[in-house]
């Protein structure tokens, strides 16, 4: 299952809401999950299963879709929300990754 | 707290074999499926390989054939025996967990394998 993510690269302030976007190639019904990647560390789930947030992560980051369309949205960037963000499906092995979409400080 | 610690990459010969070797601590590790991902320098991420029991294991296309995946419970420890390795193959290796099989809220550190003459 190919992921497609759009687009590759935002530019945001602090404070606006940005929204990033994976698109299936086939459906992964709510198997989707959205990972932050910052330089020199490891992923960090955010959300699983298209809508849920794992533990830890603030209110302001928030799934939704389902099929073949998913969204990401964080409602008001911090600072440090400025990273790479990977969607990642888990219906079909192999389970695939997006080609990441980078949120970058306007 | 669950910990997951990558060891054993370094810099090989094409057509060289190397063990990858992950040691978790923190977490019931025989309950959990086991998954190795790896990430080229700069680039995206990719699902090589994936243990619950012996009896259910995968692997990519990429490495089906070349690479083994393996675990000890005993020792909570899991490992990723690779042979006949690529340029390709040159990645950061991580090995992932989670609750829910096939997403991984712990990750290692990462451990650089390097394949160059």
Redo the contacts between chains.
């Keep these: 299952i190919v992921l497609t993510q759009s687009p590759g690269t935002l530019s945001f302030s602090p404070g606006e809401r940005a929204t990033l976007h994976c698109r299936a190639s086939q459906s992964v019904g709510s ?1 989707l ?1 959205w ?1 932050q990647q910052k330089p020199g560390l ?4 955010l959300i ?2 298209s809508t849920n947030r ?2 830890g992560i603030p209110a302001r980051f928030r799934g939704s879709g389902s099929g073949t369309d998913f969204t990401l949205t964080v409602t008001s960037l911090e600072p440090e929300d400025f990273a790479v963000y ?1 969607c ?1 499906q ?1 219906h079909i ?8 979409s980078k949120v970058e400080v306007k | 707290e669950s910990q997951l610690v990558e060891s054993g990459g370094t810099l090989v010969q094409p057509g060289g074999s190397l063990r990858l070797t992950c040691a978790a601590s923190g977490f019931p590790f025989s309950n959990y499926a086991m998954t190795w991902v790896r990430q080229v320098p700069g680039k995206g991420l990719e699902c090589v390989a994936y243990m619950i029991t012996t009896s259910t294991v995968h692997y990519s296309d990429s490495v089906k054939g070349r690479f083994t995946i393996s675990r000890d419970n005993a020792q909570n420890s899991l490992f990723l025996d690779m042979n006949g390795l690529r340029a390709d193959d040159t990645a950061l290796y991580y090995c992932a967990t989670g609750v829910l099989v096939g997403s991984f809220d712990s990750w290692g550190q990462g451990t650089l394998v390097t394949v160059s003459s």
């Design positions: 198997y999950a990972y490891a992923p960090r789930l699983y299963d794992a533990s990977y990642q888990r092995w192999p389970w695939t990754f997006g080609q990441g």
